[in-house]
C-alpha cells in the first residue's frame, strides 16, 4: 500500500474507499467488506447521508477486534450550510456522533459555496450567501479550532482552487493539508496539482472512474466514458487487468489519494488489487494524451439564476 505522508509523521493510505452515492442498506456491508478486504482509508462526508450507517459498520469492526481506531484513517467533510465559524465544531461534532468515533483523521470544507444554515441543497438565489457574505477565512477559522480542540488531526478543502486556497492561506494559523478534486485521465489537474505541491498540499482524486452512477441531472448529453475510452480497454487487456484497475493506478502513479466508490464485494476487492498493477511509461504517455477538461461535476447546480456563483468564479485559474 503507498501511503501520504504528512508534516507531523501521520501516514494516509493512498487507496481508500468513497462513500457518495452507496445507498442505504449497503453502505455499512460495504465498509464492513472494505475493512475485511484490507481498506483502511474511508472518505465519507454529512451531505451523503449515509454517515451513520458507516458509523454502526465501523463500531461493529472496532468491537470484534478486527480493526482498532488507530488502523483506520476517517475522512469526512464540513456541508455549505455550516460554513459559519461557530457552527463548524457543531457540524463536526455531529459527524462525529454519527461516525461513532471520538476524532477525524482528516476534515475537509466539502465546496467554496456557502449557503444559509437551514438550506441543505439551495432551489433559490436568495438561499446563497456570498463569500463577501461569509468570507473562507472565517470558515477555516473555525476548523482550525477544530484540530485546536482535538476533534480532527489534520484540516483541508475540497474543490478549491489556487485563489480560493490563497484566500484561506494568508491569515492560517494551519495550512491546508489537502485538496480533494475530480481528477482522471480527461481531466488530469495538472495546474492545480503543480500549484498545491508547491505549497505542501496533498491530491486526492475524486470520480477516478467517471463516476457513471451519479444522479442523472448532474450527467451531460454526450459525455465521454472513462471506462469505455479505447486506450484505456487496450491497456488493461495488455496488463491482464480491469479499465477500473487501470485508472486508479494511473491516479496512484500520480502520488495522489484516490476512493474509488463501490458497494459490489468483487469489486471492492478489485479496486483495492489495483495498487499492484504496473503501468509502463508507454502506458501512462497515452494516458497522459487522453486530458481532455472532462468535467463529470462540473458544479453548475451552485450556477442557478441569481446565484452569486458562476463557473468560472468556481474552478477559476491561479
Sequence with gaps: MQYLTFSNGDQM?????GTWKS???KVGQAV????RT??????????YGNEAEIGEALDDAMKSGEISRDDLWITSKLWNNAHAKDQVPIALAKTLTDLRIDYLDLYLVHWPVAIKADVVFPKRSDQFLSLDDLPLAETWSGMESCVADGFTRHIGVSNFHPGHIRQISRDAAIMPEMNQVEMHPYLQQQTLRNFCKEQGIH???YA????GDRPKSMKQAQEKSLLDNPVVQRIAQSRSCSPAQVLIQWALQQDVAVIPKSTNPARIAENLQAAEITLTEQDRTDLAQLECGQRYVDGAFWTIEGSPYTLDALWGTP
Design 203 to 205: 491530491i486526492t482524486a
Design 208 to 211: 477516478p472512474l467517471g463516476s
Design 38 to 47: 484490507g481498506y483502511r482509508h474511508i472518505d465519507c462526508a454529512a451531505i
Design 23 to 25: 445507498a442505504p442498506g
Design 13 to 17: 493510505p493512498a487507496l481508500g474507499l
Design 32 to 35: 464492513r467488506e472494505a475493512i
